[in-house]
């Protein structure tokens, strides 16, 4: 194996993803706890009132503690690197999260063991089955009265059509959980809370014949569950998890960090390791080709003192080294790396090299937008990250005119940021461009960044459309003249995108002109 496969092969690059609430700060606190990236939990990742890093260079994420940056934890287990990509926590489906997820091999995630399935977690199964990407579920909370585990494993299986394939299963519920048999390793763990949860929980083994006498019925009863799994042939399946037909799944609760540990190891045992990207041709690239990267993410400004542009990028091939000099795909320039960092919140460390998997950031990177390729040697590209379908629209309007040249400049950073897409129309003009976004918290985003980084005040408003379609040269026309229609040029790619009041409009619209290009956004299949 080359030294660059090696590298490759212990790197473990994923995404904890989850409806809000159901604990993914939680959750990544006790992660980098467990792998002794910080030595008290609450220093990585905080919300309102904890001690954070990641979510305070905002004074909206602030305001509604939630955290709206994303960026990548590094940290080794069982030598192992890790690198835990971070996507976005608001209430908001955000594109951020399709983007994060075009840099990882693997997702972890979290249902919150009293509320099962709920809505962005079924979104968030449909976008990884679209984007290939193995799932490992790790059932939180389960120190709380909740709902039974084999309920929430029909739940999943019904809802996601995907097998789930228990390799923890919990002793206890309902606020009494001991612990868990490890399906695998065939043991049974107890554990044993540390105060506030603020180090690594104790495990201690237990025979049979200890559990039995120390936990009981518990235990009897999660050993016949066990049993009843293996019956039933709810095994895990290595295969059957890479190509996601299956989801293995773990119980426990990242406030007390019981079960981390597990799904670490977990992590390390079966969760993909970087493969060969396919180009945009289709051909997988070697890992051991020169290096490229992918950009999935560009954000402005994160840190007021810095007032920089960071793309964040992950290694598909090769070995970056800081100071190389790459060529920038879609411009064919060259992009030095001078300056490339870890970012976590506001935590930076410079990094002289990477492999496959990592995340760099990439400080200066004017040009770059999410999507976007960087290379050493011969030329290569990836695949555009798919482009989302917006589903609410706001047009932008700057409130004092003097401050117009500002406005357009912010417009233009939060598109080559992908907040929001812009749209334009010869009818509404240069001055007021219409935003679009899958959630409407990307709004607000614009709105306090244009104030917040470029001292603009604008006003929004909601325009009754809530559905856009693909449409070509020939339909717009047709398209414009129709009642509950408007067309629309991307400013980003110049795609002519049709937007509809709603389902129906359109249906009706198509009925009386079947010849029109109507083509669904890639997120809508
Ligand atoms: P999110 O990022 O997915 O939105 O969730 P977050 O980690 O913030 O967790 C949401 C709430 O659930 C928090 O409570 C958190 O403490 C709690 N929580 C997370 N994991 C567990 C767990 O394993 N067991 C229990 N019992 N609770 C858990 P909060 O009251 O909203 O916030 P806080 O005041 O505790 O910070």
């Known amino acids: 194996m080359t030294a660059i496969a090696q590298q490759a092969a212990r790197r473990r690059t994923f995404a904890v993803i989850s409806h809000p609430d159901a604990g993914k700060s939680t959750m990544t606190e006790a992660l980098a706890l467990h792998a002794s990236a910080i030595t008290e939990a609450g220093a990585v990742h905080g919300k309102a009132g904890r001690r954070g890093v990641t979510s305070d260079w905002m004074d909206l994420e602030k305001a509604r503690g939630i955290s709206i940056t994303s960026a990548a934890l590094r940290f080794e287990y069982r030598g192992h690197m890790f690198n835990l990509v971070d996507t976005p926590g608001h209430a908001d489906f955000s594109e951020d999260t399709y983007r994060v997820l075009a840099a990882v091999d693997c997702a972890v995630m979290l249902l919150d063991a009293a509320k099962g399935m709920e809505p962005q977690t079924l979104k968030l199964f449909e976008v990884c089955r679209h984007r290939r990407i193995p799932v490992i579920t790790f059932i939180n909370k389960w120190d709380r009265p909740g709902r039974e585990a084999l309920e929430l494993l029909d739940e999943i299986e019904e809802r996601t059509g995907l097998r789930p394939t228990p390799i923890t299963w919990p002793i206890g519920t309902g606020g009494f959980f001991h612990g868990v048999i490890d399906r695998i390793a065939g043991q049974s763990v107890r554990y044993t809370r540390t105060p506030g949860g603020a180090t690594k929980a104790i495990e201690t083994e237990l025979t ?3 559990a039995l006498a120390e936990i009981g019925e518990d235990w009897e009863r999660a050993k016949e569950e066990v049993d009843l799994l293996t019956e039933i042939g709810s095994d895990h399946d290595q295969k059957a998890f890479e190509a996601h037909e299956s989801t293995p799944v773990l119980f426990g609760a990242a ?11 977990a992590m390390v045992d079966i969760a993909p390791a ?9 051909d997988p690239r070697p ?8 950009v999935f993410k560009v954000q402005a400004n994160m840190d007021p ?19 190389m000099v790459l060529t920038h795909a879609a ?26 998997g990592d995340v760099i950031g990439l400080v200066n990177a004017t040009a770059l937008r999410p999507g976007d390729t960087l290379y050493d040697g011969p030329a290569v590209e990836f695949p555009k990250i798919p482009s989302f379908a917006p589903e609410h629209f706001w047009t932008a309007r700057v409130r004092d005119s003097s401050r117009s040249k500002q406005f357009r400049k912010g417009i233009e950073q939060m598109e080559g940021e992908g907040v929001v897409q812009v749209l334009r129309s010869d009818i509404r003009g240069d001055q007021s461009p219409v935003l679009a976004a899958v959630g409407p918290m990307q709004f607000d985003v614009v709105k306090h960044r244009l104030a917040g980084e470029f001292n603009t005040e604008i006003a929004l408003d909601r325009l009754d459309f809530s559905l856009a379609r693909l449409t070509d040269a020939e339909s717009a026309p047709i398209l414009a003249r129709q009642r509950g229609v408007e067309v629309f040029t991307r400013t980003l790619d110049g795609a002519l995108l049709a937007l509809f009041t709603d389902e129906w409009r359109m249906r009706g619209v198509l009925r009386d002109h079947p010849d029109l290009v109507l083509e669904p956004l ?4």
């Open 255 to 265: 406030l007390s960090n019981f079960g981390v540990g597990r799904l670490l190891d």
């Open 331 to 356: 411009t064919g320039r060259p992009f030095a790396t001078k300056y490339a960092q870890s970012v976590f919140g506001q935590e930076r460390a410079t990094i002289d090299e990477a492999f496959p």
């Open 305 to 323: 003192s810095h007032r920089d542009r960071i793309a964040f990028v992950r290694v598909c091939s090769g070995r970056f080294e800081r100071g």
């Open 287 to 294: 890992l051991e080709e020169p290096f490229s990267g992918l």
């Open 274 to 282: 970087p493969a060969p990207r396919p180009d945009v041709k289709g």
């Open 522 to 525: 890639l997120a809508d299949t």
């Open 208 to 210: 049979p014949e200890q």
